[in-house]
């Protein structure tokens, strides 16, 4: 097992000093659909390749890694299994079975008419640069998310010549005193993050990690954070402002995505049965509950700094892994950063009082466009990042 | 054209007086179905460990106010919930989830009549 490192103070988690976060397949399938469905103003491909080969390769020369252990980390993290055998300095083929992305794709939105593993080429792209220290190139020639029985990569020499290194943890702050509201009395937060850390939560076998109802994996947090804002300038760069408003609005509602299935998937799941739900006490203790799961997750230290009962809620990130990337990739920003926080802050409030997440409502389509379309549901903004000088990213949310 | 799995999906059903069943979309390509009421207790889980081996978390150990967690991995399926829990979630895997999903929900009447 390839070690993980927890930073408890800082509520991250890394591998060699890259920072890891859990996100299921409906984040990451979803932030790719954003991505790709705008191909006319952006090039998705690229994009999202190479940033792969940017985390990764920073994370394989971290771990000193040769090829078995590209392989491990790959099906630790929960993407599948990776097959590097037949690389060689000449490049080759790479194979992958039971792709996250593919599979994950698949069970989104379907059969797909072209390849989806971005990602998976570019930690191909990365692995063969670390083990040959030099340049290739990786394009998907058939894809299990098109029907295929397993996904092949082409791997040839060549390519781009220097591959930046990601800015490792990024720029992190102290974290102020904690909000008095940030936990209730009847959730003990500390068991439940001991619980979660303690969970088996590395790919199996088969490079799957099956936890708490959905699919996960221990994702690369600096490439959510290139592909997102790499996506936001490069659509403002294309079509100008109200394109990169566009952009926004698409990653905020990648964002309530992940929170409804992965926050919903959460709170419906065994786990919360075991861990979570035997504490609660109120409606409100749902909030609280899911906070704690958060603060798990590897996403800064999330605190609830008010709640009113259905009709508003005040949420404190700090060391947010979105305002740590940003800050040290880009530097301060004129407008608020934190997407994911965004749509989570709203999809949590969402869930637990619009649709009704206590009753374990199927997390169906239907009850997505419900939750968030009709009537008075719940809307976020952050209106205070880190990224504009903030000590903290705070988020509103209120109904509509 | 939505398969016979997917047309499944929200279809809820009786096990027995005590256990409704509900079946869910799964994030793979396995057949999913919550099984509520219950409670599963001790007894119950040890009539599943017919069904593989159990892996236990144990919360209560961190906290008292947690239960501990069960998972059953089998060949075929997969079945998680936890000690004196109202859910059991059960993961069946192709070719054998209907023989599979048959017998667990006998061994469930059995234990919960």
Redesign the interface.
Known sequence: MIPVDAHPDRFLATIAGEPHVFH??HYNCFLQKVITDQSALVDAPGLLTEAAVEVVLTELDGLSADRSMAQALFAQLGFGQLDLSALSAAGGRAVASGSHYA??FR?KFGSSGEPVCFFVAGFIEAAARRLFRAPFSVRERACAAMGAPRCEFEVSPGGRDAVPRTPGLGQQTPFPVRPGAAVSPHV?EG?II??CA???LAGNAEG?V?AF???LTRHFANYYNLVSYRFDRAMEATAGEAAALAARILLVEAGQVCAFHTFGGIM????W???V???IRSTEDWVYGMTAVVNALGWGRWSVASLEPGRRLELVIDGSYESNGYLAIFGASASPRCYLGTGGTSGLMNLVYQADIMS?P???PALYEKTFRDGSFFVAREVECRTMGAASCRFVAERL | MATLRERLVGQRYVVSPSIWAEVRKSCRDELKILYGGGPFDDATWTKLDTFGRREVFEASKLNPAMRDLFRVHGPGLRLEGARGGELLVAFFLRPRAASLRRRLEDTLRQARP
């Open positions: 299921c397949h599979l994950g069970s003990d068991a001991a619980a303690g969970l088996p799957r099956d109802g959905v699919s419906e799941s065994a786990e049965e075991a861990l739900k035997p504490m374990r199927p997390l169906t």
